[in-house]
């Protein structure tokens, strides 16, 4: 509510700004009895004009940025303006009329101007567009802006002469103020805090300049509005012609406006490029003009000569020139569009100078594009969902999309983002993007080749370091506690030489025993290691001989037809079979396992039932029921372990019969 009352307030003030202004010029040009030659000659008219259209500037935007300090810092230009153009017309006024108040209107007159002339040179460039500084260098340079202003409205406060020279032909004598006292230091600090403030424009003139180039969209259109109020003033200041000074102003005003309320109202980069191709293009033409003259006045002095050859070379230079600046600007504001070759080098710079961060060499390329596009994004939606992309998206910009095709398949998306909010991609700017797109559509399609190559690399070595692990465990499981059982059965033959000789042999059927079945261990390790083996009955059968020697009854029931299974899936229920025959043997205490295969068209079953111990659960350090898991799943099946009521275990795997990629 306050923050409303503000507004309201600060509105109010600058309709009474725009108020003094009209009154003040009316009491110059009415009562005061001054022609309107006389007022444009002194500026007394453009001074009127700039107060109203200040104070018209103020109220757009108190109105519709309230919280914008620039609308405040307006505000204060108006208010300095029309109290100048207010205060010298009711002194001019009082030498016609009967109005009190001479010196007292006078004196404000003399000063109030001063921190317009120097806060709207420097102050208002370091605020806008948002009314906050955008570094702490442009804080330094507001804050020396602030002081400049300070000391020049002590000293034109104070000193006599701009008091005196308020009101044109008549003498008011001292300054009410200091009555003509302290003059050498007040010319001091006038030529002191004029020279900071001229300083601190020009510095601020480079400081926004840079900003310009830098900046991004939006901010870089509102700049763009800023350029084209602010540059005219300067380029047609040293005419010092009133009426062209007037004219500059109120469209100066306006930009202003146009900037900070609604910059994206027109297409400022059109509004630019044309003013800079005609603004060179007329200076150019002007200073052939008086440069051929020149020239030729030295040759022939009189006549219409020099004024027929300089039309003459007017001429020859306007078409050249104009195609040039056209080119020019062109690529300076809209980018490569015109150029396609130069376009296709910045995308080839791109590619050559990809380093070891973008092997594919795809953002590079993209950068090439949004720089040869002065497109503030470039982004390619690739068709695994991955994004890569430049720069950064503004909300309501519009978007081009082009689809991205590679040997007749579908690889992605190209969007080129448009260079504003109201910027659309003309026809030319979408045939380059389309002309880009190839290019592009390669680098998309190596940069996916390169990502599944490192995908599979992964998976590669994800696999060994799976296979790394299952051999650690069962070389921990199987070959070690064996090993440690023969060094045991070898220490007691050893110890029963002595003693108990006749309990050698015995012992060392058991230690025969053991290493038989380290034997059989080691050897299945090598079969894994080594190719696989298709023959899935085959293998079975083998495993089973093996079991069975050791005085385990295992029964294998199969089909007469052999199995067809993928030999990925042979591989897979091959290891499963034989893991859970070893769990059953050296962990269950079967003395009892049936296998079972089942080959249908679409799956493959193998089931392992013994009647152990039921142990079904994973032992604490062990791998091998979450390695069938694995290998099951590895391949698309499922593997269930459960224990039979009564005692026993159930280990079924189901494995399709066809893998898919």
């Not at 108040?101 to 003399?110: K, V």
């Not at 030529?191 to 830098?214: E, F, K, P, Q």
Request: glycine fraction near 10%; include cysteine; charge should be neutral.
């Amino acid at each position: 509510m306050q923050h409303r009352q503000a507004a309201r307030a600060g509105i109010a003030l600058a309709v009474l700004s725009g108020l003094l202004s009209v009154v003040g010029f009316w009491l110059a040009w009415g009562p005061g009895e001054r022609s309107l030659a006389g007022l444009l000659h002194d500026n007394t008219l453009n001074n009127a004009g700039n107060g109203v259209w200040i104070s018209v500037l103020a109220i757009v935007l108190l109105r519709l940025r309230s919280d914008n300090r620039l609308g405040w810092l307006v505000l204060a230009l108006a208010l300095g303006n029309s109290v100048t153009m207010f205060g010298s017309g009711w002194a001019l006024a009082s030498y016609h009329l009967d109005l009190p108040g001479r010196a007292f209107f006078a004196w404000w007159a003399a000063w109030a101007w001063a921190p317009a002339f120097l806060l709207g040179s420097s102050l208002l460039l370091l605020l806008y567009p948002s009314g906050r500084t955008v570094s702490r260098f442009a804080h330094r340079l507001a804050v020396a802006s602030l002081l400049s202003s300070g000391g020049l409205i002590v000293s034109m406060g104070l000193l006599d002469a701009p008091y005196d020279s308020v009101v044109v032909g008549h003498d008011l004598g001292h300054n009410p103020i200091s009555h003509g006292h302290f003059e050498v230091p007040l010319v001091v600090l006038v030529i002191v805090s004029a020279a900071l403030g001229g300083v601190v424009a020009l510095l601020t003139w480079g400081h926004t300049a840079r900003r310009l180039w830098r900046a991004d969209s939006p901010e870089r259109e509102q700049l763009a509005w800023l350029a084209v109020a602010v540059v005219p003033e300067l380029v047609l200041a040293p005419l010092n012609a009133p009426w062209v000074e007037f004219v500059t102003n109120v469209l100066t005003a306006v930009a202003l406006a146009i900037g900070i309320v609604r910059h994206q109202l027109f297409d400022i980069k059109l509004v630019v490029r044309s003013g800079l191709v005609y603004g060179t293009l007329t200076a150019l033409s002007v200073g052939a003009y008086f440069g051929v003259v020149a020239l030729i006045t030295t040759v022939t002095p009189s006549g219409p000569v020099p004024t027929l050859f300089a039309v003459a070379a007017v001429g020859l230079l306007v078409v050249p020139a104009h195609r040039l600046l056209q080119q020019f600007f062109g690529r300076l504001v809209y980018g490569d569009r015109g150029d396609p070759i130069r376009a296709f080098r910045r995308v080839g710079e791109g590619m050559r100078t990809a380093g070891s961060t973008n092997p594919d060499g795809l953002r590079p390329m993209l950068a090439g594009i949004a720089e040869a596009l002065r497109s503030p994004r470039v982004a390619v939606y690739d068709a695994d969902g991955f994004v890569t992309e430049v720069g950064m998206g503004m909300n309501g910009h519009p978007e081009h999309r082009v689809p991205l095709e590679y040997a007749g398949a579908h690889v992605g998306e190209l969007v080129v983002s448009g260079r504003t909010e109201r910027d659309r991609l003309g026809r030319a700017d979408r045939r380059l993007v389309t002309a880009l797109s190839g290019p592009v559509a390669a680098a998309v399609h190596a940069a996916r080749t390169a990502r599944e190559l490192g995908e599979s690399r992964a998976r590669v070595l994800a696999v060994r370091e799976a296979e790394r692990t299952r051999l650690r465990a069962d070389l921990h499981d199987g070959v070690g506690p064996s090993l440690s059982g023969i060094s045991l059965g070898l220490e007691a033959a050893i110890g029963a030489v002595g003693t108990s000789s006749e309990r050698v042999p015995e012992i060392l059927e058991v230690v025969h025993r053991e290493v038989d079945s380290l034997v059989t261990e080691v050897r299945g390790i090598i079969d894994d290691l080594g190719p696989a083996d298709v023959d899935l009955l085959g293998s079975l059968r083998g495993q089973v001989e093996a079991v069975a020697a050791s005085g385990v009854v295992v029964h294998l029931r199969h089909g007469e037809a052999p199995v067809t299974a993928p030999p990925s899936v042979v591989v897979a229920a091959q290891r499963i079979a034989r893991e859970a025959l070893s769990n059953a043997v050296r962990h269950a205490g079967a003395s009892r396992i049936e296998v079972c295969v089942e080959d249908d068209p679409d799956r493959l079953v193998v089931v392992v039932r013994d009647d152990g111990c039921g142990a079904a659960a994973p032992r604490p350090g062990g791998v091998g029921l979450s390695s069938m898991r694995e290998r099951a799943e590895a391949v698309g099946g499922t593997l269930s372990i459960a224990s039979v009521p009564g005692g026993g275990t159930l280990v079924r795997a189901v494995l399709p019969s066809v893998v898919t990629a």
